[in-house]
């Protein structure tokens, strides 16, 4: 497919942050074929897209090269022991507009008195009690805006709870500040004083990150990996409450509701969920949030992700290639060696049934590829979209990856430049039925495990 496109998957929030002080009344789902979609422009500071994903763990190195082996992400930039940095432990992956940080702190007992940190909201403690709590996990959203204290300043005066104030880094080059967004995650703010050295050069020896980061020796950091990844379409999360989260995130950001789902539109005969997509004024930073629905015959699977997770957090990260079916063939080849595992492919009904659907957009050879590779295809009035999920990535039946492609949709900006639009394709709410039953078959396997 010459069009590059993008993935999307099955969305849910809830929040278990007490946002009392802001009223609920005013959210009500409405569900799919009722959501109306506007963009009102309502943005309340200036948001351009997203920057990195952090991910706290106790070990960075082993994490880092996991995820770089399995995503063709080379580990460009790194801050550590090596680099004057006694706090924390911290690894870039990159590949396109995709970054990844993985960090890890160091004994507490080997930090001097003047702080070393190059990420300055990093606490050993908090650190600590995030990896006890949630494992391997997401701490930080972060996005790049205009300006980060005035984005911080005026988050806080509409009801955002802070985390890290502004704070300067290098010489006066970045702003970094942060505010919680939901459970333990944050929402982390980045803006740089020369807008023309940011991160989002999608040539990979020109990209800088944060200061305090130096770059990595390139004979030991896969650096010849990429398997076609480009950026982050949208980060999911899991909330216990999906109205309270979704009033607290619009009343700080001004962000729009983007799309919706209900049980009635994605679930299954045994467990289903409500989702709202929240979006900036450009809608290309897309914040999805799940919550759970009850008295369904099985257990929720968000609310399987609460108890496991110990609260809300990120539920996946949906990165987008340029050429899935490359992505698809490069992943399944490390599947078994360090790499990640997929869900189970759906029944080859799906795919005789897909020439009916798609075959318009996908050759005859395209779909064949697709049942060879476990890729779901849907489609809205727009576009079309190409979708797998990973299995849970650790331990724990918590966080996953999906991989997308958006194909169509493309249309012209202010500029001139040709690009495509945002959500094409939609969330892959036609595929809900299928991994929903994958995962429910995936969780019945580790009950079939679990004494009585």
């Not at 006066?172 to 500040?177: E, G």
């Not at 990150?209 to 950091?221: I, M, N, R, Y």
């Not at 799940?290 to 997770?309: A, F």
């Not at 009904?349 to 957009?361: H, S, W």
Request: charged share 20%; glycine share 8%; hydrophobic share 35%.
């Amino acid at each position: 497919m010459g069009t590059e496109s993008t993935l999307v998957d099955p969305i849910v929030a809830g929040d278990n942050s007490d946002h009392s002080n802001h009223p609920t009344s005013a959210f009500k789902l409405v569900g799919f074929k009722n959501f109306i979609r506007n963009n009102p422009m309502s943005d309340k500071f200036a948001v351009k897209s997203f920057h990195h994903i952090e991910f706290w763990c106790s070990d960075a190195t082993n994490a880092a090269r996991r995820f770089s082996w399995g995503l063709g992400m080379p580990i460009l930039y790194k801050s550590d022991l090596s680099t004057g940095n006694h706090t924390h432990a911290s690894y870039l992956l990159n590949s396109g507009h995709l970054n990844f940080l993985f960090t890890a702190p160091y004994s507490p007992t080997i930090s001097t008195t003047t702080t070393t940190a190059s990420i300055p909201s990093f606490s050993h403690s908090a650190c600590r009690h995030f990896t006890s709590s949630h494992g391997l996990a997401v701490r930080a959203i972060a996005v790049q805006v205009h300006d980060a204290d005035t984005a911080f300043s005026v988050s806080v005066a509409n009801g955002a709870k802070p985390s890290s104030p502004p704070i300067t880094l290098g010489h006066d080059d970045v702003v970094l500040s942060e505010v919680q967004l939901y459970g333990d995650v944050v929402l982390r703010y980045i803006s740089y004083k020369n807008n023309n050295n940011n991160n989002n050069d999608s040539n990979n020896n020109n990209i800088t990150f944060l200061p305090g980061f130096e770059a990595v020796d390139k004979t030991s950091s896969f650096q010849e990996l990429d398997y076609g990844i480009r950026r982050l379409d949208h980060a999911v999360g899991n909330v216990p409450e999906l109205a309270p989260a979704v009033e607290y995130i619009k009343s700080f950001t001004g962000f729009h509701e983007f799309a919706e789902f209900t049980a009635e539109d994605v679930g299954t005969s045994e467990s289903g969920l409500n989702s709202v997509v929240l979006a900036c004024n450009s809608e290309m930073v897309l914040i999805p949030m799940n919550e759970p629905v009850y008295g369904t015959k099985r257990k929720s699977q968000i609310q399987t992700y609460l108890e496991h997770n110990e609260g809300a957090g990120v539920q996946h990260l949906a990165l987008a290639s340029e050429d899935i079916f490359r992505t698809l063939r490069e992943m399944r080849k490390r599947s078994g060696v360090g790499g990640f595992e997929f869900m189970p492919s759906p029944p080859p009904t799906y795919y005789r049934n897909l020439k009916n659907r798609a075959g318009d957009v996908l050759t005859d050879e395209q779909i064949k590829e697709c049942e060879e590779l476990g890729i779901l295809v849907d489609r809205d009035d727009q576009g079309t979209l190409l979708q797998i999920f990973t299995k849970p990535v650790g331990d724990r039946p918590t966080i996953f990856i999906e991989i997308i492609q958006r194909v169509g949709c493309m249309m012209k900006d202010e500029e001139g430049k040709v690009q495509q639009k945002a959500g094409c394709g939609g969330f892959g709410k036609g595929n809900f039925s299928e991994l929903f039953k994958s995962i429910e078959e995936y969780e019945k396997t580790l009950e079939a495990k679990t004494a009585t």
